[in-house]
């Protein structure tokens, strides 16, 4: 029997924004011989050329960001790996790359509740580091709110994807507070600045982020 295993963890609890001056920061810093860089669990290539090629225009080549982007989400991974707990069964192995492509596609509902969600890719590091902004309502007169985060795919042993917030600017007038993510160590390692939406611009939806509070779902897919 050939197993594979895709462990998954969506970090979506949207949290108010009322944190400090300080964050915390990555323990898995590459260095800068080639040798040691190849042992680090960098986000790697695998099934994602159809979504990396539809936002290929955000491309971003700022070298430092996005090696920077790249140690937050290892801290991410780190935290993901230790907390992941359960495990879901599936007995089609062609469902693999499909379910895959759901989960990492910005345009899929997987996962979502039934509020008003829209979610879109807004910078691409690599075809599998990103970074999303989403925003939600939960009722139809309820005021809208958003959150960016970066998004990652790790390919080892089982295929990763990790979520996680760091501190974007965003320009968002009625909001300049600097944000934390208390849970991967050394998060002010990465910091970000987006040419925003003009309602974010001018306040008009409020800023939150997501923290390391993951729906840790681990799926088993057997060939029988």
């Not at 400090?20 to 960098?42: H, M, Q």
């Not at 499909?98 to 008003?116: M, R």
């Not at 760091?166 to 849970?183: L, T, V």
Request: hydrophobic share 40%; aromatic share 10%.
């Amino acid at each position: 029997m050939n197993k594979f295993y895709i462990q998954i963890a969506f970090f979506l609890l949207i949290i108010p924004l009322y944190v400090n001056n300080k964050t915390l920061a990555t323990e898995l810093v590459p260095k800068k011989d080639a040798k040691s860089e190849s042992k680090k669990s960098y986000p790697v290539n695998d099934n994602t050329k159809e979504i990396y090629q539809k936002n290929k225009h955000l491309l971003y080549t700022d070298i430092e960001e996005t090696i920077n982007a790249c140690k937050f989400m290892n801290a991410a991974l780190k935290q993901l790996e230790h907390h992941a707990t359960t495990e879901y069964i599936i007995y089609e192995p062609n469902k693999y790359n499909e379910l895959l492509n759901k989960i990492w596609d910005p345009d899929n509902g997987l996962y979502l509740n039934k509020a008003d969600i829209k979610k879109k890719i807004v910078r691409v590091y690599t075809p599998n580091l990103v970074m999303i902004q989403q925003r939600s309502r939960r009722w139809p007169w309820s005021r809208r709110k958003y959150f960016y985060a970066l998004a990652a795919k790790f390919k080892k042993k089982k295929t990763i994807i990790v979520m996680a917030s760091a501190n974007i600017i965003d320009h968002n007038r009625k909001n300049k507070k600097y944000f934390e993510n208390k849970i991967i160590e050394n998060a002010n390692l990465f910091e970000a600045e987006i040419d925003s939406e003009d309602d974010i611009r001018n306040g008009k939806i409020k800023k939150t982020m997501i923290n390391m509070v993951p729906l840790n779902k681990k799926v088993l897919l057997e060939k029988l």
